[in-house]
């Protein structure tokens, strides 16, 4: 199956029934599989006249109840940083899928890693997942639309031209092994709903138009009624609250493999297309007897920190080979500190590194 | 909420008069609004509400209508959000003849902002951005919704509330893309630093004096139209829908919509 379409197959399957995309390369077998697919399911798909457009539309769908959807690439989703920051402000559960491409042209690349994290205005967390595989691109989307329920906030699943755009062989889930996620309703009268008082886990319940309940939902700061309100202490505790029911599950939602890290020296953290050779040459480190550890991750943010050090409680070097000019290895120093040398391993030429090259790599820093 | 004098508190009550009067229940309704100062009507609505992002209002509102068509959705916009930051969705959503009312109130300024200028500020005129006088000309946003293929569209005043009100109700019960500038008035900045009219009852004095029925607009030569508010209704049609469109296409794939 192509990358692009397993995306769309694992929306599907998630509940996804509503899609808004703008055209851009290697994105749009997205778009047009959707245009094919959500007729034969009850849902619905526009292509609407920009990315703007798109991101909005789909967070109209989303408050009627309807899991949405857009996806793009990398340009285009400079524009749909304004429909995030408004996502998270009103907490809304949308997906959205940024098949990551260079500036100005289609090769593939690790870029957007930090702008997937930081582009929005505003006070945020957000949830980004990383497949590496045709396989990943189908449960990670899934996945996706599960934390997006869960959590009411944006989820961006953070693809590649890379995998989008392979064919590889995958297993498609029995509807009966499918762990669907929806989100919290309302269980009291309407003159009762607060719909922003959040629960224990800081999320509120969430209701939809056209049902009993009347909610605004605005970007401005608003109180627990949802009104438009502003006092130092009420701003202050809204943010905390959606920036912290994210934060404090980070090792909830962390997903990731790891392979010999028990006893490794050197361990190799890597995401997405890349971690692809970088687990082919741990293996054949450990061959050549060199005590090397992989740790895969399948989401970057919120940061997996725990994963991150429990994977390299022995180790003396970690390595971390992106394709881009080196960006998530300052988060991966950052989280391990002192612990160990944390050394970045660039590969900027669109291709990711061969497992003889990260083999190389890793006998030169011994 | 709302300066004192300002047209929005009007064209909010004529609103709710409409919706009154047609006895529609509010519970199927949803107001959505950008950002200036009309666009904060539906914040103040007791209904199902969006607001805070400005021009996107109608993107919201395709979302809204392809998944749950029976709600009935109605825009609340000024000059900027609609006929600048918004043209795009704007131009779109009347091409796709989407099933809302759009109320776009026209102050002829950025107000909410400190008095720039906008899209539909007069020639010639004042503002904090044209500090030696307007050097563009205002929008015609009714010309443009029906070239963009609007099947409702009208222009009134704060002047004719009456008028204002039977429109209202004709957007409301129309399907399709109804859309209706309200030329109001901003005694706060546009009166005063563009026009030089403080007092709020002259204001709509002026957008009195300064109405012509389109019959009339239609037997004069176009320089004497300059400033003047042509006001009645340009278009009535109906013609299909975004929606109709998209149950034609699901029953011949056979498939039943899980709306209908």
């Given at each position: 199956m192509l990358g692009n379409h397993a995306i769309v197959e694992g929306a599907i399957a998630a509940g996804c029934r509503y899609f808004a995309g703008y055209p851009i390369t290697p994105a749009n077998e997205?778009?047009?599989w959707m245009a094919k697919r959500l007729p034969e399911v009850g849902g619905r798909f526009i292509q609407m006249e920009d990315e703007l457009a798109s991101i909005y539309s789909v967070c109209g769908a989303s408050l009627t109840g309807t899991k949405a959807m857009t996806a793009t690439a990398s340009a285009g989703y400079n524009y749909m940083q304004e429909g995030i920051e408004y996502a998270v402000a009103a907490e809304v559960p949308i997906v959205i899928v940024d098949v990551?491409?260079?500036?100005?042209?289609?090769?593939?690349?690790?870029?957007?890693?930090?702008?997937?994290?930081?582009?929005a205005a505003g006070d945020h967390e957000m949830i980004v997942l990383t497949p590496s595989s045709v396989q990943e691109l189908f449960d990670l989307t899934f996945e996706a639309f599960n934390l997006a329920e869960r959590f009411r906030n944006p989820v961006i699943v953070l693809s590649e031209a890379t995998i989008s755009l392979m064919h590889e062989g995958i297993r498609l889930p029995r509807p009966e092994e499918l762990r669907i996620v929806n989100r919290k309703k309302p269980n009291v009268p309407p003159d009762q709903f607060m719909p922003f008082r959040a629960e224990e886990d800081l999320i509120p319940p969430m209701s939809e138009f056209g049902d009993e309940y009347k909610v605004l939902y605005t970007l401005n700061p608003h109180d627990e009624s949802g009104r438009i309100a502003w006092t130092p202490e009420m701003y202050e505790s809204l943010y905390s609250r959606i920036t912290k029911k994210i934060a404090d599950k980070a090792d909830e939602i962390a997903m990731y493999d790891s392979?010999?890290?028990g006893d490794a020296e050197i361990v190799v953290i890597a995401y997405g297309s890349e971690a692809r050779g970088c687990v082919e040459a741990v293996r054949m480190a450990r061959k050549l007897g060199v005590k090397a550890g992989m740790l895969k991750l399948k989401n970057i943010w919120p940061v997996p920190e725990k994963a991150m050090k429990d994977s390299t409680l022995n180790a003396k070097k970690v390595l971390v080979p992106e394709v881009n000019t080196g960006r998530y290895f300052h988060v991966v120093r950052e989280t391990l500190g002192c612990r160990a040398e944390?050394?970045?391993?660039?590969?900027?030429?669109?291709?990711i590194h061969s497992p003889d090259e990260i083999l190389a790599e890793i006998r030169r820093v011994l | 909420m709302f300066c004192s004098g300002c047209g929005c508190g009007q064209i909010m009550n004529a609103l709710l008069f409409a919706i009154d009067e047609l006895k529609l229940d509010t519970k199927n309704m949803v107001a959505i609004g950008g950002v200036g100062c009309s666009s904060r009507i539906p914040a103040y609505l007791d209904m199902y509400a969006i607001h805070g992002v400005h021009g996107r209002s109608l993107a919201y509102a395709t979302g809204i209508k392809l998944t749950k068509p029976e709600l009935k959705v109605v825009v609340l916009t000024g000059d900027g959000d609609c006929g600048s930051i918004g043209g795009n969705h704007l131009i779109h959503a009347a091409r796709r003849n989407l099933d809302v009312t759009v109320i776009m109130v026209n102050n002829g300024v950025y107000a909410m902002t400190g008095g720039q200028a906008g899209p539909m500020t007069l020639g010639g005129v004042y503002t904090t951005t044209t500090p030696r006088g307007n050097l563009e000309k205002p929008f015609d946003l009714c010309k443009l919704v029906e070239t963009a293929g609007g099947t409702y569209v009208?222009?009134?005043?704060t002047a004719?509330?009456?008028?204002?009100?039977?429109?209202?109700?004709?957007?409301?019960?129309h399907r399709g893309f109804a859309f209706i500038e309200v030329a109001?008035?901003?005694p706060t900045i546009q009166g005063r630093y563009s026009l030089g009219i403080l007092d709020p009852v002259k204001n709509i004095e002026y957008l009195q004096q300064n109405s012509i029925t389109r019959e009339q607009a239609a037997k004069m030569v176009p320089e004497k139209l300059v400033g003047k508010i042509v006001v009645g209704k340009f278009v009535e049609k109906q013609l299909p829908t975004l929606e109709d469109s998209y149950r034609e296409m699901e029953n011949k794939i056979g498939h039943v919509s899980k709306q209908s």
């Open positions: 997205i778009s047009e990551m491409r260079q500036r100005g042209d289609n090769y593939p690349t690790q870029s957007d890693v930090m702008q997937a994290r930081y582009g392979e010999f890290t944390v050394i970045s391993v660039p590969k900027n030429q669109g291709r | 009208a222009r009134w005043t004719q509330p009456a008028a204002l009100i039977r429109a209202i109700k004709r957007a409301l019960l109001s008035q901003c």
